[in-house]
Every structure is written in C-alpha cells, then in structure tokens.
C-alpha cells in the first residue's frame, strides 16, 4: 500500500493507523511518499517505532521518487494539497469576492472551488498517469477536494483508473439521525446521494419494519437542528472543561442556537424536503442563493477552528479505525460484498438524468472485483435542478484542465450558478493566474 501525501502528519499517522489495526491487512508492506523528505522521515521514523513497540506484521519504508514507490503497488491512498494550502485557500475565497462574486466558502464550488481544481487537479493527474504506467491494476484511493471535479477529470483522462474519491461527510449521519429518530443507526437503511459535499438523504427506513423513516426525518429534524450548540461554543467548552461535549450531561452546559452553520441546510430540508449529509459552508458553495441565506458568522467560525486546529493538533498513531479506505480494501480482498454508504465515481448508469461522465457520490457494494455504485433511479426534481446547474462547470473545469486553456477556465466561470457579474470576470482570472503563477501559469 502506497501512501502518497504522507509528510502530513495528520493523514499520514491516521492512515498507518487504520492499517496497522487491520487483522486482514496484516503482513502488508506500507511505502510513504512525498515530495518533503523531512516530515516524511518523522512519519517513517515515528511509523517503523510503533510497528516494533507493538511487535506488528507490518513492514514499512519511504521515499520521494514516486516511481519507485509505485513499484508493485496493489492500494494507493493520495491525499495532497500544494503551496500554502491557508493562504491559497482565502485567496480562493477573498478575490472572488472583491470583485463582487458573492460565495460563501471558496473550497470545492463556485469560482473558488474552479481555482482550487485549477491548481490541484494537475499534480494528481501526473501520480495517476505513473500509476496506469507502473501499476494499472492498483485501485487509487483520493482524498483531496475539490473531490468531484477531481474524480471527473482524471476519469477524463484515464477512464481505464480504479479511481475512488472518498469523504468522510456520510458520518454526519451516524451522529445526528439516532438522536433525531430515537433508534440506533445500525436499525436504519439510509441512501444518500448527489455529488460530493452536495448530497442529500434519498430515503431512510426502519429495518425492523421496512416503514419509511423520512416522515419521521422532515418531522423531527427541525426541533433538532433548531436548537444546536454553534461549534464556537463547543469550542468555549473545551477551553473551559479540556474535552469536546459528547454526552447529553455535556451539552446542557453549552449553549445552543437555531441552526448553527444550517441555514441553507434548513432551506434544503424544509422546502425540498430532503436532508443534506453536509452543512452550509460545503452545500451553500454550489446554489446562487445560498449567500443570501447561509450563516456567515458560522462558516468563519469553522474555518477559523480548522485553520487553528490544524496549526496546533498533534497528531499521533492510534490503533484505532477513523476512515473508510481501509474497510474497503479489506472488502475487495475478502469479495466482502458490503455496502460502503458513500463513494465517488462515474456516473454509470447510477443516477437518471446526470451525464454518464461526471462523479457521483453514491453507495456503493464491495467485493473482489472493486467497488460497484448502487443505482439511485430518478432524483426528486428539485434537487436534480440544483445538480445540473454543475454539469457544465464540471465538464469545462476538466477540459481547462487537460487542454490548459485560460478561455475554457473563464467559461467555467461563466456558466456557474454562483457567479453572477459579467464585468471584472477576465481580471479575476489574470488576477488569480499571477498571484497563483506557480500553479496557474500552465493556462495559456
């Protein structure tokens, strides 16, 4: 298994972590791989001293040539970022909005999510293209975002890649529909689906019964998500107590608010009926009036406690399952047959009414022979409008991509929802070109 991006800690510790506490996985070679040789040899270091204080059958090595970490290669698992991953990200977010383009995160949609794929997409195709090259049988795990411009793109480009986008978004679902509906999650069947960081709740229902659970869903969630504690006051409470509110006794000692960083959200599920798996600083990036409506003071809340949280956490190998990759690969190599609730891949015969090319967050089964998309039929009309609106911005994002034009990136900007201004549209793009040269210069 090919860890690639593992000069970061956090993805690098989590991941050696949910491998070495696999029984199936045992006996697995692990490679790290990134393009820092310093905080991949702390990785490497720290990893090879866990395996031997804990006497596990795992065996580890790193290198930054790519090539040769490829070398017979059955998993890789990519997660990167390039730069200053903050301060390209608020550049992302801020110029937009100087020029008068009104988006409410500047990560994975609207002209900020554009730029980021601009600038990401690139490098990943390059470890894709060595990967058909060295090992075409290996399944490619990606964690990176913008994920659903990234999967369509290298799709594009390689339509033969065992290419996987994974998020961890679906588990929202774990916390929230048990305290909504009263029952365990495991006595549920839920399906969800959309494109990533846009998906919704498609059905839900009682196991034990087989009764439709979404009535109970639209009944209840308001009352719920009503009356919730902001993530600043979450954050209060750890400064105050040391620990993160987990049980009810907790939470009477934190104050709540309505719908804290859901106000899209509650738009979404009151008048369309359906409950997205994600809050407003994800969902609100792709509709044209999620501005207008979102909590702003919540969404700079979160970024500022990522950015923090980020700068400061000290992250550290757990012998501990935290992400989904691994179940998945332990049920391609047990023909496990599961279902994985979210994944994303081409829309092939998954989702009426989308394009057979773009990526689509689906669940899907695992078995030997990879990882097969449940089909989801027909989407309510409403929430199939909102999806389409991406179709074109998808498209032309992977074709500036691939075809590195500058006039194919400025009609990305053109056709998505979120943009809204004519005049200024050719500047940002010069603007972000320059100060992102480095990443953007490739548009001619």
Not at 334 to 339: K, M
Request: proline residues 6%.
């Amino acid at each position: 298994m090919v860890l690639i991006g593992a000069g970061s800690a956090q993805f690098g510790y989590g991941t050696i972590g949910d491998i070495l506490q696999s029984k199936v996985l045992e006996g697995s070679h692990i490679v790290l791989h990134d393009i820092n040789p310093t905080t991949m040899g702390v990785v490497e270091r720290t990893a090879r001293q866990f395996i031997e204080e804990h006497g596990l059958p795992f065996t580890i090595s790193a290198t930054t040539n790519r090539a040769e970490a490829l070398q017979g290669a059955d998993f890789v698992i990519s997660s990167i970022e390039v730069g200053d991953r903050f301060e390209l990200w608020e550049q992302d977010w801020r110029i937009p909005q100087q020029y008068g383009i009104r988006q409410v995160y500047g990560e994975n949609g609207g002209p900020g999510g554009l730029f980021h794929s601009l600038r990401i997409i690139p490098p990943i195709l390059d470890i894709v293209a060595d990967v058909m090259r060295i090992c075409p049988d290996a399944y490619v795990f990606n964690f990176s975002n913008p994920m659903s411009r990234i999967c369509t793109t290298v799709h594009r480009a390689f339509p033969d890649a065992k290419f996987i986008g994974l998020c961890h978004e679906i588990g929202s679902l774990r916390r929230f529909l048990p305290e909504i509906l009263g029952v365990p999650y495991e006595a549920l069947e839920v399906r969800a689906g959309g494109l990533n960081h846009f998906s919704v709740v498609l059905s839900a229902k009682y196991k034990d019964t087989g009764k439709d659970a979404y009535p109970d869903i639209r009944a209840k969630a308001p009352a719920f998500f009503a009356n919730m504690p902001s993530l600043s006051a979450e954050h209060k409470y750890f400064k105050e107590t040391g620990k993160w509110p987990e049980t009810k006794e907790d939470f009477a000692h934190v104050e709540t608010e309505a719908w804290p960083e859901r106000r899209v959200f509650q738009v979404i599920l009151e008048k369309f009926g359906l409950m997205p798996i994600t809050s407003d600083s994800h969902f609100g990036e792709y509709i044209q009036w999620a501005y207008d409506v979102t909590d702003h003071r919540g969404i700079l809340d979160f970024y500022r406690f990522y950015k923090q949280y980020l700068s400061t956490v000290q992250p550290r190998i757990e012998l501990t399952l935290k992400e989904r990759v691994v179940p998945i690969i332990e049920g391609i190599l047990t023909d496990a047959g599961y279902v994985e609730e979210a994944v994303n891949i081409p829309n092939k015969g998954l989702i009426d009414d989308l394009p057979e090319w773009i990526a689509v967050e689906v669940p899907a089964i695992v078995d030997k022979n990879g990882v097969h998309g449940i089909p989801l039929g027909k989407l309510p009309a409403g929430f199939k409008g909102l999806l389409m609106n991406q179709v074109a911005v998808h498209d032309l994002t992977a074709e500036a991509v691939i075809h590195k034009s500058k006039a194919l990136a400025l009609q990305a900007l053109m056709v998505d929802p979120v943009v809204d201004i004519y005049q200024g549209l050719e500047e940002l793009l010069d603007t972000m070109i320059e100060y992102q040269e480095k990443w953007l210069g490739y548009l001619k």
